[in-house]
């Protein structure tokens, strides 16, 4: 194999590009798919102050690497879930690249806040994942709030949209449908702008520049999301994609060309609330986090 750019010796296949390349080329093709995702769905801009979200795995730490090494304002910020040794793990890789790389981090650690998510699920009548998710989104909205933050930032890669898209797709959920888009406006003063720079990137794509640029990341996969039903969405596609290169990439840019616009949600003006016991915003007189903390007393 020869690299497309300069006939060199290519390290990387992209099946769904019909191109191979050497290191070098691929970093630049990887970069200007990341600058283009964040041009086409005006992520931000020189002047934001952006918090990226942390997991200790390739996605976050690449996006991060990447971010940084663009010149963009970055700071990490990582969640310690309290999943034994999976956490411990996690938080030592992100502790190393940073220092490695003399990055700005913040970390909040549920096992020091008493509600580690083991104790959680233990108490919680909810499946993990979904206990997993709402003390995430809490702590990424409080800590983008309280730190002033114009923008977070997120590793979600072309297979985990596709993946979902699949799943909202085959449940027809209008509500879900409307928010696949990579840039989610803030929402009041409290929920910041959300973004996906590497929405346009595949796994495997994202794994080989972690592994051409020293990228040391976190293998295992979360204890707790063994079963996951967007796994089984993920393994559909990857067959597909293996008999059809170029099928992810198709689906998730046909549904914003051709169907997102129908499934845009009309505001309705709903009345606000803050949070008895948290003071953040919530729809309810006490938000969704905060109710599951309550079951721990």
């Known amino acids: 194999m020869k690299c497309r750019k300069c006939g060199e010796r290519a390290l990387v296949t992209l099946r769904r590009h ?39 795995g390739k996605d976050s730490l690449v996006l991060w690497y990447l971010l940084n090494d663009m010149g963009f304002d970055t700071t990490g910020m990582y969640i310690n879930l309290g999943i034994g040794e999976y956490s411990q793990k996690s938080l030592e890789k992100v502790n190393n690249f940073a220092e490695k790389h003399n990055l700005k981090s913040i970390i909040v650690n549920l096992d020091e806040l008493g509600h ?7 108490k919680v009548k909810r499946q993990v994942c979904a206990i997993c998710g709402t003390a995430k989104r809490y702590y990424f909205n409080k800590t983008a709030y309280e730190g002033k933050f114009d923008v977070v930032a997120t590793g979600h890669n072309l297979d985990d949209e596709t993946a979902r898209l699949l799943g909202n797709v085959l449940k027809w959920d209008p509500a879900y449908l409307s928010k696949m888009d990579p840039n989610l406006p ?13 929405v346009r990137l595949t796994e495997l ?15 295992d996969e979360c204890p707790k999301a063994v079963g996951a039903t967007s796994m089984l969405y993920k393994n559909a596609l990857n067959n597909l994609e293996s008999e ?44 969704s986090f905060c109710r599951m903390l309550e079951k721990l007393k």
């Open 18 to 56: 019909n191109a191979s390349f050497c290191k070098e080329h691929f970093n630049e093709f990887f970069r200007r798919q990341v600058e283009k995702g964040i041009k086409d769905y005006k992520m931000f801009d020189w002047s934001d102050k952006i918090m990226v979200c942390i997991s200790g």
């Open 116 to 122: 580690p998510i083991p104790l959680l699920e233990s």
């Open 186 to 198: 803030e929402d009041g003063e409290f929920i910041k702008r959300k973004v996906k720079p590497l």
């Open 205 to 219: 794509e994202v794994g080989a520049f972690a592994f051409m640029n020293g990228i040391d990341y976190i293998k």
């Open 244 to 287: 059809m290169p170029g099928t992810k990439h198709y689906f998730y840019n046909e549904f914003f060309r051709s169907a997102a616009d129908k499934f845009k949600m009309e505001e309705v003006n709903t009345e606000m609330h803050t949070c008895a016991v948290c003071g953040l915003e919530s729809f309810n007189e006490v938000c």
